[in-house]
């Protein structure tokens, strides 16, 4: 199993970046295809991004795509998001999260605990 803390939220003005890391605990880190989701107020979870095991495919949302840059480091057991051009409409709670499965997708069972990110006009 693998446990996950997020970190790295906080408040920024539009157009600005910030990244967001996601720590992962365990000796299997580098087995799980890794994913970020996140949830606004009011509103369901949805999907960001994700990497495969290596680091080697990534997806993004469509609403994200041009912006937002999904990484991770093995050897450190890290998870990353690097968010550009910040728009007020990105103002969520991030979650990262892991799947067994070594893709980008499958199901992802294990999740951290979320760090919130609000963008400001």
């Known amino acids: 199993q693998v446990q996950l803390v997020e970190s790295g939220g906080g408040l920024v003005q539009a157009g600005g970046s910030l990244r967001l890391s996601c720590a992962g605990s365990?000796?299997?880190?580098?087995?799980?295809?890794m994913g970020w989701f996140r949830q606004a107020p009011g509103k369901a979870r949805v999907f960001v991004a994700a990497?495969?095991?290596?680091?080697?495919?990534?997806i993004y949302t469509d609403s994200v795509q041009d912006r937002f840059v999904i990484s991770r480091d093995n050897a450190k057991s890290t998870l990353y998001l690097q968010m550009n051009n910040l728009k007020p409409e990105d103002t969520a709670v991030y979650y990262c999260?892991?799947?067994?499965?070594?893709?980008?997708?499958?199901?992802?069972?294990?999740w951290g605990q979320g760090t919130q990110v609000t963008v400001s006009s």
């Open positions: 999260a892991a799947n067994p499965s070594g893709q980008t997708g499958g199901n992802y069972n294990y």
């Open positions: 365990g000796r299997t880190f580098s087995n799980y295809g």
């Open positions: 990497i495969n095991w290596r680091g080697t495919s990534t």
